[in-house]
């Protein structure tokens, strides 16, 4: 029991170093925080879980090898650098004034945070280091979960992994979203167009890795 517990911190602590990094999944959270309130943030990790899960599923029926191949490699990161400019390219051009996102957050605030589980989705999906480290990092404690308690070690894991990311994100999203109730309109259309550049800087830097490859 104390091997689990310790494993599942360890767990956590390994998926909060992963979460930290600044990457597309950390600038959406940031936009839709800002346009939707706090409720994104959890929306956004809602749709990392369902990213990860289907990459567990593939793990799990033998398809590891492939993730962590020059050909999913070259491929992940065209899509997803593609992805990221044009997500990051929408985020600059369709800045709306903070009176008009605080009006949409109350008129429709449970339909918006739908979106922005589909933004969670594809900022995992378009993001290559998502695949790599669940080829790797992932996998390896996924197996070591089976090793030290079968099923319950793989669920230990999953607990701490996800734990470390809704705790991350959920908190970025509460202290934006309170932050948006004292910014001013030029703060908020900078923070905005940031947001937007920082992710088409990614998203080239990915492609050019990608290119890379072959």
Not at 64 to 89: E, K, P, Q, R
Not at 111 to 124: D, M
Request: no cysteine; glycine share 12%.
């Amino acid at each position: 029991m104390i091997e689990i517990l310790i494993f599942i911190a360890t767990s956590f602590a390994v998926g909060l170093s992963g979460a930290l990094v600044p990457g597309p999944m950390m600038t959406v959270t940031i936009s839709d925080s800002l346009k939707k309130g706090f409720i994104a943030g959890p929306f956004v990790v809602i749709g990392h879980f369902l990213a990860e899960l289907s990459i567990i599923i593939l793990i799990f029926a033998g398809l590891g090898w492939f993730i962590d191949s020059n050909t999913a490699v070259f491929v992940i990161g065209t899509f997803g650098g593609f992805m990221m400019v044009v997500m990051g390219y929408r985020i600059i051009g369709t800045s709306n004034s903070l009176k008009e996102i605080k009006d949409d957050h109350e008129d429709d605030k449970v339909s918006k945070g739908y979106g922005s589980v589909i933004s969670g989705i594809l900022t995992s999906f378009s993001n290559p280091f998502f695949f790599l480290w669940w080829a790797t990092i992932g996998w390896a404690f996924m197996f070591k979960g089976l090793e030290i308690a079968g099923i319950f070690g793989v669920l230990g894991f999953l607990i701490g992994h996800w734990a470390s990311d809704l705790s991350w994100f959920s908190m970025v999203s509460f202290f934006t979203s309170r932050g948006s109730l004292v910014m001013t309109e030029n703060h908020y259309k900078i923070l905005m167009k940031g947001s937007g550049v920082f992710l088409m800087i990614l998203g080239v830097y990915f492609l050019l890795n990608a290119q890379k490859i072959f």
